[in-house]
């Protein structure tokens, strides 16, 4: 994907299907390379990216912005800058232009970005560097559920780590697919996995439907753990497409 012109045309999702772009968090942009990716960007977002005072953040949103215009460009056939948003209440973007009813999610950690787009299926996607320091007993107790908490207790310790991030992973993609901010508290749900390793979600709202829900679980070069939330039944990583994304 060029920075100066529109993404080329790329096929849309076929119903049921995932697509996945990840892209590795960029080094040191220079003035002169900002400039095309910045030029994508509306009143409202290059507002933002200049109240960013360290380098690093401004650097982390212009590259995030150009992502998804670059990407939902590319399908929709139209120029980075063309692309339009709306926000839920809760602050959830979603695209004005609808040739097709794509959603789409995004997330970014320390080193890698992630963007999941479907076709008409709300969806959501998390990712962790799972090298990071964490308190995993600490903040499990604070946010899981309590039977997940029982999960990773009942772990070895070599085990509580990769649990951790799996379950972390999930709970964040579900929230970001259901678009309610913080009104859907993350102990207000909870993963379990099925004898074959599968992610099983139970709730706990009155009329909530569980098995509407699909998730997938990847991880990327070793130490990136990634969970996607799609509401569809029946999808797996059968249906899941992935992408390298690069300027």
């Keep these: 994907m060029a920075a100066t012109a529109p993404a080329a045309s790329m096929l849309l999702p076929a119903a049921g299907q995932v697509h996945l772009w990840l892209m590795q968090e960029w080094g040191a942009l220079s003035a002169d390379r900002q400039v095309p990716y910045a030029e994508w960007l509306n009143a409202g977002e290059r507002a933002r990216w200049q109240r960013f005072r360290a380098a690093t953040d401004r650097q982390r949103f ?14 929709l056939q139209l120029p980075p800058a063309s692309v339009e948003f709306a926000h839920n209440q809760y602050g959830k973007p979603q695209l004005l232009q609808q040739p097709a009813p794509l959603q789409f999610n995004l997330s970014h950690t320390h080193g890698l970005l992630a963007l999941v787009v479907t076709r008409d299926a709300d969806a959501g996607v998390d990712v962790e560097a799972v090298t990071r320091e964490v308190e995993i007993l ?23 780590r990769d649990l951790f991030f799996r379950l972390w992973t999930l709970k964040e993609a579900y929230v970001k697919a259901r678009g309610l ?10 993963f379990h996995f099925d004898t074959a390793g599968r992610p099983q979600l139970s709730l706990d709202e009155s009329g909530a439907d569980a098995s509407s829900w699909s998730f997938m679980q990847l991880q990327h070069a070793e130490r990136f753990q990634i969970a996607l939330a799609v509401q569809a039944a029946g999808i797996s990583n059968a249906q899941l497409k992935v992408f390298t994304a690069a300027f």
């Design 181 to 190: 901010g913080l009104q859907l508290g993350l102990d207000s749900f909870a």
């Design 62 to 75: 212009l590259q995030a912005r150009a992502l998804v215009r670059s990407v939902l460009a590319g399908y």
């Design 138 to 160: 600490t903040l499990a107790q604070r946010f899981f559920a309590p039977a997940e908490t029982a999960l990773i207790k009942a772990c070895s310790a070599d085990a509580q």
